[in-house]
């Protein structure tokens, strides 16, 4: 893992993932029908958010879209602050900060487009997809190797989870079973 220099002391105090939906999560498709707006997630990145919670890092999502899909998934990940239809996500964004009891350090933010940028502002660690517009990945402190929907979410969740120091015991909990 090759972290530029000061990057793998900002993940040291990361407790708190923030993740955009399309383009994050997704891949940034979206199928639409009469009746349903369906998404694409990837199991991966569903286990890493998995790992981070059990390992005490809390993660939240804030979409600017909305949907019944985001909202079962967010669920089913046991993601307890899953904030959507913010059209403009920053006020959302701080009240959630505010209301955690985390400060600028403790956030990590991974966002794709222009939208997230504002978070990136007020965020201790900004990650990028590899897919990620050139405005975003020019301001990450992290631009994944996998592109969105795609492993990247889960590629983020190891290298936290490592740096930090929890990695290892997450997997001697599944060795020792």
């Known amino acids: 893992m090759n972290l530029q ?15 955009d939906v399309d383009g994050v999560m997704t891949d940034g498709s979206i199928w639409l029908g009469k009746t349903e707006e369906l998404k694409r997630f990837n199991v991966h990145d569903g286990t890493g958010i998995k790992y981070l919670i059990r390992s005490g890092i809390h993660v ?7 949907s019944e899909a985001v ?15 913010c059209q403009k996500k920053l006020p959302s964004f ?4 505010q209301r955690l009891g985390e400060t600028r350090e403790t ?13 990136f502002n007020h965020s201790g660690l900004r990650i990028a997809p590899q897919d990620a517009v050139q ?3 020019e301001r990450a402190d992290l631009v994944t190797i996998q592109p969105g929907g795609h492993r990247a979410v889960r590629e983020v969740a190891e290298i936290l989870l490592k740096v930090q120091g929890k990695w290892q015991s997450l997997l001697e909990g599944y060795l020792g079973q």
């Not at 939240?60 to 909305?66: F, K, L, N, Q, V």
């Not at 909202?71 to 239809?85: F, H, K, S, V, W």
């Open 60 to 66: 939240a999502i804030i979409s600017g879209r909305t």
């Open 135 to 137: 405005e975003v990945k």
């Open 94 to 97: 701080l009240s959630l900060i």
């Open 71 to 85: 909202t079962l998934r967010a669920q089913e990940l046991e993601i307890t602050e899953c904030l959507q239809g």
């Open 107 to 119: 956030v990590a933010c991974i966002g794709d487009d222009l939208p997230d940028l504002p978070l």
């Open 5 to 19: 220099p000061g990057v793998e002391e900002k993940i040291r105090k990361i407790r708190l993932l923030v993740l």
